[in-house]
């Protein structure tokens, strides 16, 4: 038996060697450990040990897997979508109020143009766009949350996606839509408002409008942008002209809608594709330079 393998290292394989002593090593998959991290048990150990057997389902790597599976049936839900608008709200706006028939008239407006409606699935102004979307005989999509207090998708939901993790969400909310279009609402409403408004201007996604409707509600927020956040240098003077502040619902539509074709045109909301003149993917069959 090798000395190597009397200090425990597997295999045979030798010891690393660090001033003059000999050091217990091992690989573990792609990681390689040293001293006391060799005392870990192995993969396959692990996976058959019935110790604890509920654990595993609480551990991060266990939680990468429950990640991934969730951006997989977001992609292939949501992948053949086609043209859609995000629509953000309060989730305590009101039936029969002013807020929550303008939604409705939204969703309503962006149906009867052939755009799919996209709302975070719960109750108020989410409610309202997506009922607004089945009036108009549209695409209503709806993404829930899991939250303490879930209330679930909403019945005007034709084609629903719960998810655990925000970001996972927050993701589809931004790849299948070509704009927001954002009524007054809480925390939930400004945290997608202010991700878009930097997605915007860090150049990650291009040609994406940003509406917000109601100007007795957003008027002072933009105030505070210009004045502070301008006035100190924090951001530029075009950083607020990534949004614009309309109250009329078929404004709000036909903003939001304005780029849409350009941004059709270009490959889809990221810009990744390089076109030529007539709005053709440069190099690719069909193109102007390949007919």
């Known amino acids: 038996m090798s000395s190597d393998s009397q200090q425990g290292v597997p295999n045979g394989e030798p010891s690393s060697s660090r001033g003059g002593s000999q050091v217990p090593w091992r690989r573990k998959g792609p990681i390689e450990l040293r001293r006391r991290q060799t005392q870990q048990g192995t993969a396959d150990q692990h996976l058959l040990d019935t110790k604890g057997a509920g654990r595993f ?14 951006f997989v049936e977001g992609f292939g839900a949501l992948a053949e979508l086609g043209p859609a608008v995000s ?26 143009s052939g755009v799919a409606v996209i709302t975070g699935g ?44 925000f970001f996972a969400r927050k993701t589809m909310f931004v790849k299948y839509a070509h704009g927001f279009i954002v009524l007054p609402g809480g925390l939930g409403t400004l945290d997608e408002l202010f991700e878009a408004m930097v997605l915007v201007q860090t150049g990650k996604v291009t040609q ?16 505070w942008i210009r004045g502070t956040l301008v006035g100190e240098g924090m951001i530029s003077e075009s950083d ?16 939001v809608l304005a780029g849409l074709g350009e941004t059709e045109r ?3 909301m990221f810009g990744s594709a390089e076109v030529d003149d007539e709005g053709w993917p440069e ?3 069909g193109s102007a330079e390949g007919a």
């Not at 629509?87 to 009867?112: C, H, K, N, Q, W």
């Not at 607020?240 to 903003?255: K, Y």
């Open 283 to 285: 190099d690719e069959p």
């Open 122 to 165: 719960g109750p108020g102004s989410m409610e309202a766009a997506n009922r607004g979307a089945v009036e108009g005989a549209g695409t209503s999509v709806g993404l829930g949350i899991e939250l303490p207090f879930e209330t679930g998708l909403n019945s005007w939901v034709d084609l629903g996606i719960n998810f655990r993790y």
């Open 208 to 223: 994406f409008p940003i509406v917000l409707v109601g100007s007795a509600f957003w008027s002072p927020l933009v105030d």
């Open 266 to 268: 270009r490959g889809g």
């Open 240 to 255: 607020v002209d990534l949004i614009a502040i309309v109250d009329d619902p078929h404004e709000a539509v036909r903003r």
């Open 87 to 112: 629509v953000f709200g309060s989730a305590r706006t009101r039936p029969g109020t002013e807020f929550y028939e303008t939604a409705v008239m939204i969703g309503r407006l962006l149906a009867d």
């Open 57 to 70: 389902v609480h551990t991060d790597p266990w939680r990468v897997m429950r990640i991934q599976s969730e």
